[in-house]
């Protein structure tokens, strides 16, 4: 929980860690919680007035293009008011790392982390303030992708994206 102030007023902020909405992923990568959890503490922060900040994972084990959409279209269906966008990545001694040692498991390329960051943004209700464009892995624990140690790449590379393709956050987002 996050207590923020604005124009000398203070807000409570809850950040919820979704990661997806695909509850068969989320047992891979032990969320704890069905995506209906999620459903209902976010009613709950809701009623009591508490701001939502979602936190979701781009390629994580096993998920589609398919599956995000349909994480994005899970968040755009609730009252959230912040993001917080991560792509997964390998850290020494986790099972994600034996996953990817037994090429099991492969990091998505910046090249495709840049196109889902984009679907993201350009669905993502305008409302929603992006916090986060990606997560910062430690560099002496990172095992893989390398290229997440270099968030210029990342910020230049969605930037230059947006601006040459005309896009905005909320281009293509559809209230449902």
């Keep these: 929980m996050l207590l923020k102030r604005y124009e000398n007023k203070y807000y409570v902020t809850v950040e919820l860690?979704?990661?997806?909405s695909n509850d068969t992923t989320a047992k891979i990568i032990n969320r704890g919680?069905?995506?209906?959890?999620?459903?209902k503490a976010v009613n709950m922060?809701?009623?009591?007035?508490?701001?939502?900040?979602?936190?979701?994972?781009?390629g994580l084990p096993?998920?589609?293009?398919?599956?995000?959409?349909?994480?994005v279209k899970?968040?755009?269906?609730?009252?959230?008011?912040?993001?917080?966008?991560?792509?997964?990545?390998?850290?020494?001694?986790?099972?994600?790392?034996?996953?990817?040692?037994?090429?099991?498991?492969t990091p998505i390329t910046l090249v495709e982390y840049l196109d889902?960051?984009?679907y993201v943004i350009t669905h993502i209700s305008p409302k929603v303030v992006i916090h986060r464009l990606s997560g910062?892995?430690?560099?002496?624990?990172l095992v893989a992708p390398m290229w997440?140690?270099?968030?210029?790449?990342?910020?230049?590379?969605i930037d230059k994206i947006l601006n040459e393709s005309n896009l905005w956050q909320g281009k293509f987002y559809i209230n449902t």
């Design 74 to 105: 899970f968040i755009n269906k609730h009252n959230i008011q912040g993001i917080k966008i991560h792509s997964c990545y390998v850290v020494k001694n986790t099972k994600l790392e034996k996953l990817y040692k037994d090429n099991k498991y």
């Design 62 to 71: 096993n998920e589609t293009r398919e599956d995000l959409e349909n994480t």
């Design 116 to 118: 889902s960051l984009t």
């Design 33 to 39: 919680y069905e995506s209906k959890v999620f459903t």
């Design 136 to 141: 910062d892995a430690p560099k002496d624990l």
């Design 45 to 58: 922060l809701n009623s009591f007035g508490i701001d939502v900040t979602v936190h979701i994972m781009i």
């Design 17 to 20: 860690g979704l990661q997806t």
């Design 148 to 157: 997440n140690t270099h968030k210029k790449w990342i910020l230049n590379g």
